[in-house]
């Protein structure tokens, strides 16, 4: 996960399972999200308030 500025936030390794995040933990902004599987990168773009 990056904020706007690219810096990594927070980044984690998940093998066949969910991970939660809670965004509580996060400050107000916004983050893009950035899973890669096997062949595939797919980003998403998350608003915390």
Excluded: A, C, H, W
């Excluded at 933990?25 to 998350?46: A, N």
């Amino acid at each position: 996960m990056y904020d706007v500025s690219g810096k990594i936030v927070f980044q984690k390794m998940v093998l066949n399972g969910l991970q939660n995040l809670k965004p509580e933990s996060l400050e107000s902004g916004v983050y893009i999200i950035s899973l890669k599987f096997d062949d595939r990168t797919e980003s998403y773009r998350l608003i915390v308030k």
